[in-house]
T-cell receptor
Framework: GAVVSQHPSRVICKSGTSVKIECRSL??????MFWYRQFPKQSLMLMAT?????????EQGVEKDKFLINHASLTLSTLTVTSAHPEDSSFYIC????????????FGPGTRLTVT | DAKTTQPTSMDCAEGRAANLPCNHS???????VYWYRQIHSQGPQYIIH???NNETNEMASLIITEDRKSSTLILPHATLRDTAVYYC?????????????FGGGTRLMVKP
């Protein structure tokens, strides 16, 4: 149980285009989803927290107009990187959390974004 | 959440026990110790967690000192597939406003 998937696993896009990454909780309802970014040889950095049906809360330094997050249902959250630039190339990881018990977080496999 | 301190890297021989330390001297009474690992280019994988008693599951054992200011994750028989970055995190559970915050972790290299 508690499986989180991401799609796509890898994406290459040209500078200036937008890319959408999907995060799904496959066997549970996720009231909260988190988006992390990880640069090579660095730790995971939290970008934003989203609750189903409400606006995402962004961490300091993360541009909300550049990283659009939609959490329209209890099993799906999307991250859209708008007008991507090479410096946005990174490993993006989502995490989903149930709304009950110990509020455990479950992680997706990650999406490798390369902007050329 | 309380901050944790871990060695940057460690080596371990295949088949031997890997003991990964973590200091969390400012841990609060209601904070649990969690361990995750991240194999290269994958998402973090939950390993184990505990409050004050030692814990064991099919993956590892967690030893927490009596004062709870430090802990050790033990992989009893390390394999090459255990090569990963191991993160020690302390967090409050049963708190909707609380998410996992990752530090630098320990890069464990299991060698043949």
């Amino acid at each position: 149980g508690a499986v989180v998937s991401q799609h796509p696993s890898r994406v290459i896009c040209k500078s200036g285009t937008s890319v959408k990454i999907e995060c799904r909780s496959l066997d549970f309802q996720a009231t909260t989803m988190f988006w992390y970014r990880q640069f090579p040889k660095q730790s995971l950095m939290l970008m934003a927290t989203s609750n189903e049906g409400s606006k995402a809360t962004y961490e300091q330094g993360v541009e909300k107009d550049k990283f659009l997050i939609n959490h329209a249902s209890l099993t799906l959250s999307t991250l859209t990187v708008t007008s991507a630039h090479p410096e946005d190339s990174s490993f993006y990881i989502c995490s989903a959390r149930t709304g009950r018990a110990s509020y455990e977080q479950y992680f997706g496999p990650g999406t490798r974004l390369t902007v050329t | 959440d309380a901050k944790t301190t871990q060695p940057t890297s460690m080596d371990c021989a295949e088949g031997r026990a890997a003991n990964l330390p973590c200091n969390h001297s400012t841990i609060s009474g209601n904070e649990y110790v969690y361990w995750y690992r991240q194999i290269h280019s994958q998402g973090p994988q939950y390993i184990i967690h505990g409050l004050k008693n030692n814990e064991t599951n099919e993956m590892a054992s967690l030893i927490i000192t009596e004062d709870r200011k430090s802990s050790t994750l033990i992989l009893p028989h390390a394999t090459l597939r255990d090569t990963a970055v191991y993160y020690c995190i302390v967090r409050v559970v049963n708190n909707a406003g609380n998410m996992l915050t990752f530090g630098g972790g320990t890069r464990l290299m299991v060698k043949p």
